[in-house]
């Protein structure tokens, strides 16, 4: 059974350019996350998106954006990179179905360095 | 402040010891708690999965709620070299009907044979 599955795995950009990162869920999983994780850092939460619409965002600017398509995968967006978005970015994959919390199974990551 | 404090390490032990994590938080609306296990260059895992106060217990590992002291534990029993790792304590509120995850900083645990 794959579980998340995300790419790139590594991805090197330059200051202003943008970067498309892309994420399929565990199978049988319909609600995406995506958390940024700073060196050293725990996750941050960007945003989650639930039947094709962002649901909720945490405290990130409009740069960062997403999409979910009909299969459930997304991906996520990040346009006029800075230095700082330097970061793994992390894809979670969860039942929205489910009571309880949201319990999340991550991907890999995708490790992005902007120089 | 942060909504979750966690001490970031490195703790290290000896294999077969106890390993002992704890977070604290602010946030008197949390109500799950949840332990995640990652390894470098991976992502998270979760471990354990608790609702509100109390106690659970999964093979080795212990997970602890009290949330009068807005205090949670992690114990590992009988550690192993594979149980170095960093441990990422995460939790969410009821009312957060979309369950986004708060995570502290992660602490690096270090079993040395």
């Known amino acids: 059974d794959a579980g998340v599955t995300q790419s790139p795995t590594h991805l090197i950009k330059t200051r202003g350019q943008q970067v498309t990162l892309r994420c399929s869920p565990k199978?049988?999983?319909?609600?995406v996350s995506w958390y940024q994780q700073a060196l050293g850092q725990g996750p941050q939460f960007i945003f989650q998106?639930?039947?094709?619409?962002?649901?909720q965002r945490g405290n990130f600017p409009d740069r960062f954006s997403g999409h979910q398509f009909p299969n459930y995968s997304s991906e996520l967006n990040v346009n006029a990179l800075l230095l700082g978005d330097s970061a793994l970015y992390l894809c979670?994959?969860?039942?929205?179905?489910?009571?309880?919390?949201?319990?999340?199974?991550f991907g890999a990551g995708s490790r992005l360095t902007v120089l | 402040q942060k909504e979750v404090e966690q001490d970031p390490g490195p703790l290290s032990v000896p294999e077969g010891a106890i390993v002992s994590l704890n977070c604290t938080y602010s946030?008197?609306?949390?109500?799950?708690f949840m332990w995640y296990r990652q390894y470098s260059r991976k992502g998270p895992e979760l471990l354990m999965y608790?609702?509100?106060?109390g106690n659970k217990e999964d093979g080795r590992f212990t997970a602890q709620v009290d949330k009068s002291s807005k205090y949670i534990s992690l114990f590992i029993r009988d550690s192993q070299p594979s149980d170095s790792a960093t441990y990422l304590c995460?939790?969410?509120?009821?009312?957060?009907?979309?369950?986004?995850?708060?995570f502290g900083a992660g602490t690096q645990v270090v079993v040395t044979p």
């Open positions: 998106y639930y039947e094709e619409e962002e649901r």
């Open positions: 995460a939790m969410s509120a009821i009312t957060d009907s979309w369950g986004k995850l708060q």
């Open positions: 979670a994959s969860s039942v929205r179905a489910n009571s309880g919390a949201n319990v999340l199974t």
């Open positions: 199978s049988g999983h319909d609600t």
């Open positions: 946030n008197s609306a949390f109500q799950y």
């Open positions: 608790t609702y509100s106060s």
